[in-house]
Structure formats: C-alpha cells, structure tokens
C-alpha cells in the first residue's frame, strides 16, 4: 500500500502535465482576455498594455498603428503576465521538479518547454532514455529551450570496481551487427528478465560491485564511465553498427558518458543507437527500446 501511495502522489502522467504545462499556458491569457473585456474598454486595456515594463509602450504604439492588432498584442501581453504571475505569485521556477517522475511522452515536454514559462528541471524526474534524448539534441530548436540539471553526487569509495561479464545464446546470431551494454550500477539487474530482443545478439553487463555488495551503490565512478566509453569503442571497432543501452545508472555518468562517447556521433560507425526504456516502478524492469540516432 504505502508503494501505492508514493507512486500516485509523485508519478506525472501525460494528461495532468498536458493540461497544467501546455493548456493552462496557452488558455489563460484569453481567460483574462475575457474578463477584461467585461469591465474595461479597449482603450483602457491599452493604457494598461502600454504600462507594462520594457516593451509596453511599443505594442500600445503598435496596435495605435494597427488597430486590428490588439486582439493579437492584449494576448500576448496577457500572456507575458501570466508568466511573471508563474514565477512571482505561485514561485513556480522547475518544468521538471526532482521531487516527481514525469511518464508523459517527449514531444510534450518540449512541447511545454516552448509554450510554457518555467524551462527547467532534473534529469532524474525523467527516465534515463529520456535525458539520452536531452543530452543528443539539447541544442535542436524545441531542446535548447529546456535546462535540465544533474544531480550531485559523492565519489563513489576506493574499495568500489566495476565487472565486466559478456553473454550469447549459443546458436542464435541473429542480429551479428547488434549488440546490447547492460549497466547495472544502482541497484542490479535480473538477467532472467531481460527483452526477448535481446537473446538474438550478443551483450555486456557492467555490474558494479562495492565491498562485495552489488545493490544502493549511489555515488559517481568515474571508472564506470570509463569502462562504458570503452565498450562503445569496442563495439565501433567490431563493425557494430546497432548498440543498445540499458542503464541502471544516475544521471551523472549518463551525462558524462555521452560527453565522451556520442558528442561526435555524426562521426563514429554505430549506425543506430537506442536506450531502454524501465519503469521506476516496476523494479526497473527494462521493457522497450527508444532510438536516440
């Protein structure tokens, strides 16, 4: 029961992140349009339009210019407002805020990114899959307008390595040019539950082990990251051309890892390139992959 309730209290879905970051935004200045219109006049909403700091006075010339205008300049106007009422009145200042899990699918976020007025957050308020995304095309038009955050973390202890153990089906070499790198750094991995996809090619666990235990080991090990940019180049060099992530990791090697391994994607041999998704619920069970190039 008490899973239940931390789940229904901190978990987003799409439909109450699509109304309140998308419809909300978009709808209230005409709320406010309308209300306005039942007690003021349009030339006394313009004083007020032309009252507005910075560039008030420039839309007040403008719909002076063009009258047929001020339908369009009181919206946008409003809607400037509604965004310092966002942060001002109701301190709202995290699209993303680290203490929920937003499972909305990614066009919304960027989506509420670009329509919104808070462009922040925290990488670990969204699946792992989802920040690769991030991290790949942070610089495109919808991304670049979103400002996600790492956690910090402590250095993980000297007594901390990592394992590296490879696995194939004998007799299945179906996908000869894919292969899989599983990360199990959080907490460990169940191999008896991974995606049918794949026993068709042949994966890497990096398990993480500190003081004989392999399960809440949290912190940043800079030999994971190391050892994960090394499985990539090996895989570049042995003519894969498919490589499939799952990262049960912190966002904090994930951002290095792509620093290091994917900021010149455009340039290496990996054809393709997908994270798996897991649910934070579910005991991180690893369930579909998201292609990221």
Not at 167 to 191: E, M, Q, S, W
Not at 271 to 276: E, K
């Amino acid at each position: 029961m008490e899973n239940t309730q931390i789940k229904s209290r901190n978990e987003i879905q799409g439909g109450r992140f699509f109304f309140e970051n998308i419809v909300l935004p978009l709808i209230s200045p005409l709320f406010w349009e309308i209300i306005l219109s039942l007690f003021f006049s349009s030339k006394e909403v313009l004083v007020f339009i032309g009252q507005v700091p910075t560039f008030g006075h420039i839309l007040h010339d403008l719909v002076g210019t063009f009258p047929t205008l001020y339908n369009l300049v009181s919206y946008f106007c409003l809607y400037y407002l509604s965004g310092v009422a966002t942060h001002k009145l109701f301190a709202r200042t995290q699209l993303l805020p680290d203490n929920h899990y937003f499972i909305v699918p990614t066009w919304m976020i960027k989506m509420a990114a670009f329509v919104g007025h808070v462009h922040s957050g925290s990488a670990s308020a969204i699946p792992i899959w989802q920040y690769a995304q991030y991290l790949f095309y942070r610089n495109d038009f919808f991304w670049r307008r979103l400002e996600l955050s790492v956690p910090e973390v402590p250095i993980v202890g000297k007594g901390t390595k990592v394992e590296r153990k490879t696995y194939f089906k004998v007799g299945v070499n179906k996908r000869k040019h894919d292969r899989a790198l599983i990360v199990a750094d959080t907490y460990p991995i169940d191999l008896d539950q991974l995606p049918d996809l794949l026993d068709e090619m042949t994966y890497v666990v990096l398990q993480t082990i500190s003081g004989g235990k392999m399960d809440r080991i949290r912190g940043y090990n800079p030999q994971l990251v190391n050892a994960i940019v090394r499985e990539v180049r090996r895989a570049e060099s042995e003519g894969i051309c498919n490589l499939y992530l799952l990262l049960n990791t912190n966002p904090k090697h994930v951002t290095e890892v792509f620093r290091e391994a994917f900021s010149d994607a455009g340039r290496n041999s990996l054809r393709h390139l997908y994270v798996f998704q897991s649910d934070k619920f579910q005991n991180y069970e690893f369930t579909e992959p998201h292609r990221i190039f």
